[in-house]
């Protein structure tokens, strides 16, 4: 199963709000779960990335919280502000696999 | 920062034409990759690059793609024969060793008409 499911499609929150978007993976083999942020026409850009082996990982007003016994992770973009307004696109790789599979994207707007 | 570059930005070609798609990796790096996010969808691994041979391929990955790593700088894709259904965005990415950060390029849109 490499499919990774990624919930909410689209999301609007106030500035200065939290913005939460969820993963769930079904493979086990995977150990490398990435964020990626993409603007209009242009390529994916990392975020952070979190191993299994942690549960959060936080940098800057960006956090990752991960369930390994629920196969799910997460973003927290805390303080939302209107330059985070882009495409979100939670990622998975590991067990062989050398290439990333992605989530379906979230396309997040934040109002001023 | 390093980054990695494509060319062309964005290419039109007809139909059943071949097309190559080019990119130059960050330098130090040793695993190379292509993607591909048809609009509004999401993006989509086609292959990985190791050592000079294709190390994996995804279902999308047909006899009409074949990549090469024609000297030490560049990574390329081609189609040998478009179909409509190629028009997309086309990312490269490298990465310094499997599963760890990787680093895409601006992207080459093709267009099939």
């Known amino acids: 199963q490499q499919q990774v499911k990624q919930s909410p499609q689209s999301l609007i929150v106030q500035k200065g709000g939290i913005s939460i978007i969820n993963c769930a993976y079904e493979?086990?083999?995977?150990?490398?779960f990435p964020w990626y942020q993409q603007f209009p026409g242009k390529g994916p850009a990392l975020l952070i990335a979190i191993r299994p082996d942690v549960s959060e990982k936080k940098e800057g007003r960006f956090t990752i919280s991960f369930n390994k016994s629920a196969k799910q992770f997460s973003l927290h973009i805390m303080d939302s502000q209107p330059g985070d307004s882009a495409t979100y696109f939670c990622a998975a790789s590991g067990g062989g696999a050398d290439g990333l599979t992605f989530g379906k994207g979230t396309h997040l707007i934040i109002q001023p | 920062e390093p980054e990695v570059t494509q060319t062309p930005s964005h290419q039109v070609t007809q139909m059943g034409q071949e097309v190559i798609l080019r990119c130059v990796p960050i330098?130090?790096?040793?695993?190379f990759y292509w993607y591909r996010q048809i609009l509004g969808q999401k993006v989509e691994f086609l292959v990985s690059?190791?050592?000079?041979?294709?190390?994996?391929k995804s279902e999308i990955f047909d006899d009409q793609f074949s990549v090469e790593r024609p000297d030490g700088s560049n990574f390329t894709l081609k189609i040998r024969s478009t179909k409509l259904e190629d028009s997309a965005m086309y990312f490269c990415?490298?990465?310094?060793?499997?599963?760890?950060?990787?680093?895409f390029g601006q992207g080459t849109r093709l267009t099939v008409v």
């Open positions: 493979n086990t083999a995977f150990d490398y």
């Open positions: 330098s130090n790096h040793l695993y």
């Open positions: 990415a490298s990465t310094i060793k499997v599963n760890t950060e990787a680093f």
């Open positions: 690059f190791y050592n000079n041979e294709i190390s994996e």
